[in-house]
Nanobody, 133 residues
Framework: QVQLVESGGGLVQAGGSLRLSCAASGRTSGRTLDYYSIGWFRQAPGKEREGVACIGSSDDHIYYADFMQDRFAISKDAAQNTVYLQVNNLKPDDTAVYYC??????????????????????WGKGTLVTVSS
């Protein structure tokens, strides 16, 4: 069982930046992020959930959804069991609830980017990002 807690959302003006955090816990031994790939997903009001980015467990490989531009950057601090999503030059269309999710299979997260997050095993409750114009 893995618990995920997102933070860092808020109200920001267009053009601003945010760094979202996803704190993972659950393993009684070892670092949780050594065993789970983590993905960021988002769901805008009235829209379907969409994938943003994934970072691998042991290899730290990074994958972004095709439409993601250079404005997004995923990273992790395994010692802190935390994955980050840096979003720069925010646009009103970025307004959404941002979720992190985990899966133990190294490639499931990548597949889930194109599957609206379906297939991921564990989810946080999300953090709301609101971008004003």
């Amino acid at each position: 069982q893995v618990q995920l807690v997102e933070s860092g959302g808020g109200l920001v003006q267009a053009g601003g930046s945010l760094r979202l955090s996803c704190a993972a816990s659950g393993r009684t031994s070892g670092r949780t992020l050594d065993y789970y790939s983590i993905g960021w997903f988002r769901q805008a009001p009235g829209k379907e959930r969409e994938g943003v980015a994934c970072i691998g467990s042991s290899d730290d490989h990074i994958y972004y959804a095709d439409f993601m531009q250079d404005r997004f950057a995923i990273s992790k601090d395994a010692a802190q069991n935390t994955v980050y999503l840096q979003v720069n030059n925010l646009k009103p269309d970025d307004t959404a609830v941002y979720y992190c999710a985990a899966h133990s299979h190294p490639y499931q997260c990548v597949r889930s980017l194109d599957l609206h997050g379906n297939g991921m095993d564990y989810w946080g409750k999300g953090t709301l990002v609101t971008v004003s114009s």
